[in-house]
């Protein structure tokens, strides 16, 4: 058996928009993503896949699920293998677990020490920003840096005070296992200190908005520059991207998102209206940041200085991002004049003249691809035009989208001069693909009878798990007779109220697996027609939900009574039973 707080926090860690789009090309729409579904054969897409929920539903056909769940249909893969499939992507190992459940105290143990992290780095960040606006040189550093009020709060800037232990005047006791792993704390053979002193701070967050790290720049010219949090049990810096959750509504707005270097810039760029920058965290940008990025927009812009490290750094972008490239996503490479970076560059020029040069200087990837690889050959000569060939194949092997990879391939074959075919061959790819017979799957019925419209508890139930932090609405009296569609809701509830923070759909659907009460999900979730029934969480449909609970509530009430008046009326009631029926009455009547 494999731990239930190890698959929640595989679930918390995989992404299901990465699993499914690696087998079904799925497309914006809204909030959510959408496909034609792979279950079943369709035209009009109705496949659609949540980035909050992480879970997946067709609106057709029926199926759902979590990440696990897709694996398992789509692969044919057992429970165990669909597992093994996705902790190889993170790098977990599955824990073997034979003869028992989990330990529910092991589990709540290890939730605590991650909301534990979770609250240190948070105190730390109101702490730093709480000390910048008693620090006359950070105020004055920032005010010459031309930053606004508004954007230092929106960025949650802040000061590390100088000296070797300024943390101990929030944290106590100092030094503490939450400050050393999540790296606020260096211990160097038991003497600890702060790791980040006399620095401005700049909190890295995720998507959820949660503190997960920080960076920190000086305030002169010494060097490092810039000091970063290292990997924690919360901070992955291959897997994160400074400004992404500052700037999500401007991405969304402007439909483009761009990559520069450092903090400095993102928080620069804001400052002139350029809100929809982000940065790589003292890393290079890796295939996990890539596939974040194309998630956001369908248009990418990478900007950076116009030195040799700068060209380097958009380089190996270029070459991580290869396997990741699709069709219907451009990837864009601007370079500014050496003497500049994104800051300075914005700071003299402004906005407009930035993004005009954003829009209309930088070159889109199949261009600056080859510029790069044929820089300081001779394509006039024979051994140019081979020297070509053998840089660009394993370069070329790695695209997977389908247009954009014949069209490279078309072009090398015209600065070569040789064609398609011939080329095809020096590439190794002159075999066709093996093709690969697609599992069969069947269309639901077809019924020429009207739906059935879900009962209150059921739709309860969709609701329920659609928002999983209205569970804290529902409390169902232990002498009330639960079974079927309302023994499952209750459960639902329970096992949701069980964890320590409010679990996602797609961890609730895995801890409903094997149970009794999966078919009657799956039965729901079948049910659902429309993708605005998998929607509602504003404030209307939160009080429509307590409104059906009290109705429930009252419809199991009036089912016990009349349950005890029959068992009155025909074998006579226990004295417990009596007084629970004089309860039941005295409450209706009031």
Known sequence: MIPSDFIDELLAKVDIVDIIDEQVPLKKGGANYMACCPFHKEKTPSFSVSPTK???????????GSAIGFVMEHQGLSFPEAVQFLADRVGMIVPKVRGQNDNPEVRAERK??????EETTAAAADFYAQQLRFNPAAKAYLDKRGLSAEVIAHYGLGYAPDGWQPLAQVFQPYPNTALVDTGMVIDNEGRHYDRFRHRIMFPIRNPRGQVIGFGGRVLDDSKPKYLNSPDTPLFDKGKNLYGLYEGRAAVKEAGRILVVEGYMDVVALAQFGVGYGVAALGTATTAEHVKILMRQADSIYFCFDGDSAGRKAAWRALENALPQLKDDKSLHFLFLPEEHDPDSYIRAYGKTQFED?????????????????????NLNTQEGKAELVKTSSPLLVQITAPALGYLLKQRLSELVGIDPDNLAQLLGQEAPKQHVKQKSYKLPPISVKQPVMPTLVQRQIRSLLINPDWAAYIDLPDYLALDGDFACLANLAETIKSHPSVPATAQILEHMRGSPYEETINRIFRSVLQSEEMEGGGEEDCENFQIGIKKLLNELKYSQIEALKQKSLKSGLSESEKKLLLSLLTAKQN
Not at 112 to 117: A, V, Y
């Open 112 to 117: 605590k020490k991650q909301q534990t992290l």
């Open 54 to 64: 992480q879970f997946y539903h067709c609106f057709s056909c029926g199926a759902h």
């Open 357 to 377: 040069a954003l829009l209309n200087q930088s070159k889109p990837l199949s261009e600056y691809f080859w510029e790069h690889l044929s820089d300081d050959l």
